[in-house]
């Protein structure tokens, strides 16, 4: 696991950001995401036993703080508003699990977060909020939140390689703010996204859906 | 009554034949809420699990899904509806034919 982290990630590649990713599934689907978001990387393996909940597994690891937490996911997806040219979205997310780190004495401590998630998009359109809430036994609790828009140059069918142009912004729980554009190349079950903070940080994401 | 014979036969004949059974062979569903790729295959695996369904064909531009059923098989609007709300999105119009 820490190789695949170190592959995917690259030592000082790390931008702060909360990735903005559609975290249900169709019913019976499987969805692997890798993301970056500079003070942690993220690995989430999600199954949606319906098209409104997913239950699954998150690995986080801030790097600042070497703090490593293993959680167990369920996301809830609240209500959808399907039109014949868009489709918008509310999710509550929350997961539970242990947190291990530095800060602990290498100790394990409940550890667990909440977190609401809301987007609309067409095809030509990008528009995303999320938060977290995130608490551990000990430690600090903190708050974060994430915005993000996007627009596609052009329009693709289902198959083509779909490319999107996305700048996301993320206030973090020490108050600072980071401002990210970023490129995003969708094609069939694979999701790949790029991109440079202001703070020269480079993000990467990946999510694969089968 | 011998043309009356030969109107049923005819009628029997054309109920029986490759074209009467290949006239409900494809569904033409037009689905609220597609707007990706993901969307797109949530819908292919969904319906890829029905023995009725041979292939679907999904066209994003038109938000439409073209159900190709298999030779013979049904596949009522009850279900494809409650096949499109399992992928996540919404039925607009269920249209039937070549």
Not at chain 1, 11 to 26: D, E, H, K
Not at chain 1, 137 to 159: L, N
Request: hydrophobic share 40%; charged share 25%; with cysteine.
């Amino acid at each position: 696991m820490r190789l695949l982290l170190r592959t995917f990630v690259g030592a000082g590649l790390i931008v702060p950001a909360l990735v903005l990713a559609r975290p249900v599934s169709y019913s019976g689907g499987w969805t692997l995401m890798l993301m970056n978001d500079g003070t942690k990387n993220t690995v989430h393996a999600h199954y949606s036993p319906t098209a409104k909940t997913s239950l699954g597994y998150r690995f986080e690891y801030w790097q600042n703080r070497e703090l490593r937490l293993d959680l167990l996911q369920v996301n809830r997806l609240l209500k959808r508003w399907n039109r014949p040219d868009s489709q918008a979205n509310l999710y509550l997310k929350s997961g539970v699990g242990i947190a291990h780190g530095n800060e602990f004495d290498d100790k394990a401590r409940m550890a667990g977060f909440a977190s609401l998630a809301a987007d609309w998009e067409n095809r030509r359109y990008f528009v995303a909020y999320e938060n977290r809430y995130t608490w551990m036994k000990d430690g600090d609790d903190f708050f974060s939140q994430s915005a993000r828009i996007g627009w596609a140059p052009y329009e693709g069918d289902y198959g083509d390689l779909h490319t999107w142009l996305m700048l996301q912004v993320d206030h973090l729980a020490d108050n600072r703010m980071v401002i990210t554009p970023l490129v995003r190349f969708f094609k069939g079950v694979h999701l790949l996204e790029t991109g440079l903070s202001d703070r020269g940080a480079v993000l990467l994401n990946y999510i694969f859906r089968y | 009554m011998k043309k009356l014979l030969s109107a049923t036969a005819f009628l029997m004949a054309l109920c029986f034949s490759p074209f009467a059974l290949s006239l409900d062979e494809k569904v033409y569903v037009n689905v609220n809420g597609m707007v990706c790729d993901f969307c797109a295959r949530a819908l292919e695996k969904v319906f890829g699990r029905q023995e009725s369904v041979e292939s679907i064909k999904v066209d994003l531009d038109d938000r439409l899904v073209v159900i190709h059923l298999r030779k013979g098989e049904q596949l009522d609007d009850a279900t494809i509806t409650q096949l499109i709300t399992d992928s996540g999105y919404a039925v607009r119009e269920i249209k039937r034919g070549e």
